[in-house]
C-alpha cells in the first residue's frame, strides 16, 4: 500500500510562485510511475505533470514552461514547482502514484493512476 501526503498549497497572487511537495511511504522500493493531478469546482480532474522514477515527464500544455516536476528518490518525495500562476491554475492539487507502467499520454491520465493523496488547495489571485 502507497501512502501519499501532500503539502505546500496556499493562496497567491496571479505572477507568484509555490512549491508542493509529496511524501511516499508504505511500499517497497520499485519502479513507479508519479503524478500531479488538479480539480477546479465544477470540472473533471486533470493531469498537470507527470514523472517516472527516472527522467522523463510529461506536462499538460497549459503549464508548460511554468510548472516543474521534480522528485527526491533518496526521500521518496515528489515536488511540483509552479511559477508564472495565473488565477486558472486554482483547484485542488493530488499527488498520484502507480506500481504499473504508465507511459506516453496516459501519464495524465488520472484512471492510470492506483494511489492518492487528500489534496492541496492552490488559490490564484488576479
Known amino acids: 500500500q502507497v501512502h501519499l501526503v501532500e503539502s505546500g498549497g496556499g493562496s497567491v497572487q496571479s505572477g507568484g510562485s509555490l512549491r508542493l511537495s509529496c511524501a511516499a511511504s508504505?511500499?517497497?522500493?520499485?519502479?513507479?510511475?508519479m503524478g500531479w493531478f488538479r480539480q477546479a469546482p465544477g470540472k473533471e480532474r486533470e493531469g498537470v505533470a507527470a514523472?517516472?522514477?527516472?527522467?522523463?515527464?510529461r506536462y499538460a500544455d497549459s503549464v508548460k514552461g511554468r510548472f516543474t516536476i521534480s522528485q527526491d528518490n533518496a526521500k521518496r518525495t515528489l515536488y511540483l514547482q509552479m511559477n508564472s500562476l495565473k488565477p486558472e491554475d486554482t483547484a485542488m492539487y493530488y499527488c498520484?502514484?502507480?506500481?504499473?507502467?504508465?507511459?506516453?499520454?496516459?501519464?495524465?491520465?488520472?484512471?492510470?493512476?492506483?494511489?492518492w493523496g487528500q489534496g492541496t488547495q492552490v488559490t490564484v489571485s488576479s
Open positions: 508504505g511500499y517497497t522500493y520499485r519502479t513507479y510511475y
Open positions: 514523472s517516472d522514477s527516472g527522467s522523463n515527464t
Open positions: 498520484a502514484a502507480t506500481l504499473a507502467p504508465v507511459l506516453g499520454p496516459r501519464k495524465l491520465a488520472p484512471e492510470w493512476y492506483n494511489y
